[in-house]
């Protein structure tokens, strides 16, 4: 049996959220590619949500290793990822304004 496997399951279910978010935001940057309504939109809309993707993906994966290495030390902090948590928010929100302004042409 593996020591802490509930929270180490947890972890990694939080971890595979985040990469299927990382995979959506991408998608979403390459269909905004594929379809021409949205014009001269394209012409950032698609590089912002891959480099968005990129960046999710990233802290997602240094916050799933550190978490990881904490769990099998017994070491947790609750708080610690908190401003990491918030940062990831925050790339989510301006993901959805990104989307927002590409469906309204407001570019």
């Not at 399951?9 to 309504?37: C, K």
């Not at 950032?44 to 990233?58: D, H, R, T, Y």
């Not at 799933?64 to 904490?70: C, D, M, P």
């Amino acid at each position: 049996m593996i020591h802490r496997f509930l929270d180490h399951s947890a972890n990694e279910r939080t971890y595979m959220s985040w990469i299927r978010m990382a995979l959506s935001v991408a998608v979403i940057g390459l269909a905004a590619e594929r379809v021409p309504q949205f014009g001269p939109v394209t012409s950032w809309f698609g590089p912002v949500m891959i480099g968005l993707s990129l960046a999710l993906l990233l802290l997602a994966t240094v916050r799933f290793q550190v978490l990881r290495k904490e769990i099998a030390r017994q070491e947790c902090e609750d708080d610690r990822f908190l401003r990491g948590e918030q940062l990831l928010g925050w790339m989510i929100g301006v993901t959805l304004v990104a989307i927002l302004v590409a469906l309204l042409r407001l570019a």
